[in-house]
């Protein structure tokens, strides 16, 4: 057995199994467009500029089935991580906002007339006897006379803001938001994204993606090669 002619049939298998997977990788994407000589194609398009609609519309359905379906949607929402962030924000944001004086809101004005109406119907409704001695426009101006600073969060409870509120987003974000992205049509949206990609983008794009499995095609190639390589010795001494 010759080893120096052994080593030499390994290698050169190895090699063209390694160029050859690496030629049909490469293959997959260019050329960009048909090469022709007149009206005789000369090398075809390669697979993916060719099918890349298609391509865009798969992507696009698996999108839309799969990765963003109502129901991953709906998961995602009512994930414990996701509800403790909402949470949070909306803790922050009432807490905020409770702490504002009423009259960033409203003016002296419109207090006065709102509380006087407040007060004159509690009058009627419960001590009916001082009602003719009571209106609304005495009311407002004993009001408008008064300086009291006056925080949100000393007319409502903070915490049965916040209860409230986190019931009503929860409730609003699980039924509507899956329902938003149905209407938004995202397998639409994604289609023409795929689509609109010109052929070297997408070719960078699915290499940055399959970089290790292309990685590995090539080494399989040049595995069997050298495998092949070895039985073609001995085959032929």
Do not use: C
């Not at 005789?40 to 398009?45: E, L, S």
């Not at 023409?192 to 010109?198: G, M, Q, T």
Request: proline share 3%; charged share 30%.
């Amino acid at each position: 057995m010759n080893i120096e002619i052994l080593a030499i049939s390994v290698g050169v298998g190895a090699t063209i199994g390694y160029i050859t997977n690496y030629v049909a990788i490469k293959m997959l994407f260019r050329p960009y467009k048909p090469v022709k000589i007149g009206n005789f194609t000369v090398f075809p398009q390669g697979i993916i500029p060719r099918e890349k609609h298609t391509l865009a519309k798969k992507v696009g359905e698996v999108v839309k089935n799969y990765i963003l379906s109502e129901d991953e949607i709906k998961k995602i929402i009512t994930s414990k991580e996701v509800q403790l962030e909402i949470e949070k924000f909306i803790d922050e944001k009432i807490e905020n906002l409770l702490n504002r004086d009423i009259q960033e809101f409203l003016t002296k004005e419109e207090i006065a007339e709102k509380f006087a109406e407040i007060i004159e119907n509690i009058v009627k409704e419960k001590f009916s006897m001082f009602a003719s001695f009571i209106n609304k426009n005495m009311l407002k101006e004993i009001l408008l006379k008064l300086e009291i600073p006056l925080k949100i969060n000393q007319i409502v409870s903070p915490d049965k803001v916040k209860e409230i509120l986190k019931k009503e987003i929860f409730e609003f974000l699980e039924r509507e938001v899956p329902q938003i992205f149905l209407k938004a049509h995202i397998d639409k949206i994604v289609e023409e994204k795929v689509a609109s990609f010109d052929e070297k983008t997408l070719e960078e794009m699915l290499f940055t993606l399959m970089k290790k499995h292309f990685g590995f095609i090539n080494f399989a190639g040049a595995f069997l090669g050298a495998i092949i390589g070895f039985v073609q010795y001995f085959v032929i001494n």
